[in-house]
């Protein structure tokens, strides 16, 4: 099996892909440049050996927003779920990483959402133009309950579903098969092979936070036909 350093295979996907799109976030409606970011890291992946496999994206096909919840296994699923996802995906970021100079103008002009840590009333009002964000446009906001990655699913954490059950979008789980055996936390070397991406079948949000988490982690566990 063929093997690649993975500081290298990260750099690349950051390195080559980053211009580009920050040139397509920039220039082009974020329906265009979110098609040609997929085109521009399949293109990639298929270079590097791997392949990726997607189920169940008729549930992605929602005539509102949404939020994408599911197992978080490498440092590779946002690039992976790019490629995944029709709808553009925006995410949950770290303000100190929003104020980074050029990586921070960005992702705050791409949509990404503002996390103080341990701060909030700063959180609540950071949330309530995300949920101004999701009304106006239709867009899945991505959410890794566990917080980390790794080889098993671990604890959630229930920040993600308060928000959830506030705002009242639907959930949309999902589970990645691969990614970790391809490139496990602190190894040096990525592997070629198949990631999969399996999206199921919605959730409504009308439940409590701890409801929702519930249901979430059984249809993450699951086993589909």
């Keep these: 099996m063929r093997k690649l350093l993975s500081p290298l295979v990260l750099a690349a996907l950051f390195a080559i892909g980053f211009p580009i799109v920050f040139v397509l976030i920039t220039t082009l409606p974020r329906s265009v440049a979110w098609r040609c970011s997929q085109a521009l890291y399949r293109t990639f992946f298929r270079a590097v050996g791997i392949d990726i496999e997607v189920s169940g994206a008729a549930h992605l096909s929602r005539p509102d927003s949404f939020v994408l919840m599911g197992n978080h296994q490498s440092a590779l699923d946002h690039f992976v779920l ?23 103008s960005l992702m705050r002009r791409w949509g990404n959402i503002s996390v103080e840590a341990g701060d909030k009333a700063k959180n609540a009002l950071h ?11 239709r867009l899945a906001l991505l959410i890794f309950p566990e917080g980390t990655r790794g080889a098993t699913m671990g604890a959630f954490r229930m920040g993600g579903f308060r928000f959830v059950a506030d705002a ?34 919605a959730l409504a949000a009308h439940a409590s936070p701890e409801a929702l988490a519930d249901r979430v982690r059984t249809a993450l566990t699951t086993k589909t036909a």
């Design 82 to 104: 790019c490629v995944a996802s029709p709808v553009p995906i925006v995410g949950l970021e770290r303000a100190r990483n929003l104020r980074l100079p050029i990586y921070g």
């Design 127 to 137: 949330l309530a133009k995300a949920r101004e964000a999701l009304a106006r446009e």
């Design 168 to 201: 009242g979008f639907d959930v949309v789980p999902f589970r990645l098969d691969g990614a970790h055996q391809l490139m496990p936390r602190g190894q040096k070397t990525i592997s070629a092979g198949r990631i999969r991406v399996d999206f199921r079948t």
